[in-house]
């Protein structure tokens, strides 16, 4: 298959099999095992400097690995205080300008907590306060998607409808879809006719592009009432894994398929192989 005509498979974050922690032995490790893509992990802040992000780059394409950026966990777009959403807007923008230098597709974030605010509103919140992070990068010629998460936990904003509405109403905004996170926060959507039916949902309101260029997170999970608790390898839990890959291929879905699992390369080679043998 070519590129263009496959789902791409990798970790989040550098394989444990690496020769060191650092981004640049990650992507070499990643091209070694056969995989196609890692997610750069900003998860505690953006440390890694111009001149690094453009080494990165420069690894990446050598080896022809796709890379895309989760940014800090510390982000809140419905903040109470302005100053915490001024730096949520910038932890965002940040963790863009890093991942734009080193040509990666996109960002993943959380985007929010509902703080006991109505649904409604903190949608609208979401949206305004995100808007402005668009408006600048697009300004500064930027052109790199900004990916929010559908989340694991109810007390998130990140129900796949807020995501696919949010990817509908502005631009360079598409979904990342975490099954895990929506199987842990609903305690069900774990079948291929749900699998399915999500991907239907991304089709019908984003257009087939979307499909073309999904960003996905998969993982075994634990969750409770409250959604998520934490994440699982794949064969140590009830998530259904084979099924949504098949649900994938035949929506001829093409784009990053991110493994969360504790044991990242492992998992990412499982599902590589799983789909290719389906």
Known sequence: MTERARLLFGPAGVPH???????????EEVSRLGLDCMEVEFVQGVRMSEAGA????RVSAEHRVKLSAHGPYFINLNAG???KVIASQERIYQTAHIAHLFGGTGVVFHAAFYLKDPPE???ETVKRNLAVVVNRLVKEGKRIWLYP????????????????????????????????HLHARTGRLNSYQE??????????KLGRKALENLHIHVSGIEYGKQ???????????DFRFEELLQALKEHNARGLVIAESPNLEEDAL?????????
């Open 227 to 237: 959604g998520e608790k934490k994440h699982l390898n794949l064969r140590e839990s």
């Open 121 to 123: 509103r903190v949608y």
């Open 270 to 278: 499982l599902l590589k192989r799983t789909y290719e043998r389906l």
């Open 54 to 57: 453009l080494e990165v780059g």
């Open 17 to 27: 099999s690496a020769p060191s922690r650092s981004t640049v032995a990650g992507v």
């Open 81 to 83: 205080e302005e100053e």
């Open 195 to 204: 699998f399915s039916w999500m991907l239907d949902q991304v089709g019908e």
């Open 149 to 180: 998460e559908t989340t694991g936990k109810v007390t998130q904003f990140g129900t796949l409808e807020e995501i696919l509405r949010l990817s509908q109403e502005l631009e360079w905004v598409a979904p990342c879809i975490d099954f895990a």
